[in-house]
Structures are given as C-alpha cells and as structure tokens.
C-alpha cells in the first residue's frame, strides 16, 4: 500500500485523499497545543514560507495521546494555531497515532521508521514519489532539518 491510498481528514472535517499531494515533499507532524514542544509550530511555518513555492507541504496533525496536551475541538486548534502562530500548513482533525485506533496513514508511517511515535512533534518526510525518506524526533527542531528537505525538494 501507498501513502497515496489513504484518505484523511483535514481540521474542518473534508475527507482529503493523500493522493492530493503526489508530486509534493511532505513533512508530516503529529502536534499538540499544550507541550513543550508547541513553539515549534514557528520553525514548521518558516519552513513552509520558504519551500511551500518549491512544493514543500506541512501536513500536522493533532493528537492528544502524549501527555493529554491537545484536549481542544478541531475548531478551538484551528484558533490556536491561527492566533498564536499564524499557521497557513495544512492541518487536519485530531487523531491517535499509535494503538488500536491509529490513523492509517500514522500506521503506514511507523512502519516505515520502525517504530512508534514517542511524543509530539514527530517529523516523517515523504519525497515526491510518496515514499518515506527520514523520521525525525521530537527533539529535533524543524530548522535542523532543513537541509533534508533542501536534498530532495
């Protein structure tokens, strides 16, 4: 099975077939509002003003599964991320990316990395051709990850 097989939800509910984004890098992110790492949410959106025209896509996605810190509606993330970030990646509904009940698409990714997700603000960057390139840590901030992007952008 391809990324491009699965279908997700962005933040407002629309079904989103990943096949949408063939021919586009994808940073792909599992985020939280209320964690540490939430700052991050700057390093993505820089990221993304600078490649988004070299077809960079930023796909987060909410999760509440790491410490209870993303306990708001789709609606109430959405506002978050506007007002305190001024976020313009794409977001999509809030979901579980471990377990029984983990996205497909979380699935699809934590094979590929050989492992499962530790916490929020993990990274999985996806090539053009929809195939897993590197997984990124929680700690790893985006813009030391840049230069991955940069090699296969």
Known sequence: MSIYDIEVKDIDMNSIKMEEFKGKTLLIVNVASACGFTPQYTGLQNLYDKYKDKGLEILAFPCNQFGAQEKGTN?????????????????????DVNGENASPLFVKLTEEAGREIQWNFTKFLINKEGEFVRGFGTQKKPEEIEEHIKAII
């Open 75 to 95: 609606e109430e993330i959405k506002d978050f991320c506007d007002t305190k970030y001024n976020v313009s990646f794409r977001l999509f509904d809030k979901i």
